[in-house]
């Protein structure tokens, strides 16, 4: 299995992005996938994960401003990062359950004025 994130960059405090991660490979088509993040000097932190059948859950650090999706027919999940703030600044990881975990390689968030 091979994660491809895509769509990070820089943004101004307030913006948004939207990210997305396309799955290849062998795996079920339902398989669990999610967002983490990881900012300099601290540890790689859940942000929010879908079900095949799109059952969301969220961490509570980013409800309301974080929406994850996905399109089962493209192996693509998405996370829509809205009302960015400086301390949102980190490397986006996406990553897929199934026989075991697989990561993306990251796309890099740096929200700045």
């Known amino acids: 299995v091979q994660l491809q994130a895509s769509g990070g960059g820089l943004v101004q405090p307030g913006g948004s992005l939207r990210l997305a991660c396309a799955a290849s490979?062998?795996?079920?088509?339902?398989?669990?996938m999610g967002w983490y993040r990881q900012a300099p000097g601290k540890q790689r932190e859940f942000l929010a994960h879908?079900?095949?059948?799109?059952?969301?859950n969220y961490a509570d650090s980013v409800k309301g401003r974080f929406t994850i999706s996905r399109d089962n027919a493209k192996n693509t999940v998405y996370l829509q990062v809205n009302s960015l703030k400086p301390e949102d600044t980190a490397v986006y990881y996406c990553n897929l359950v199934y026989d075991r975990m697989y990561w993306g390689q990251g796309t890099q968030v740096t929200v700045s004025s």
């Open positions: 490979g062998r795996f079920f088509s339902g398989a669990l």
């Open positions: 879908i079900t095949g059948i799109g059952v969301t």
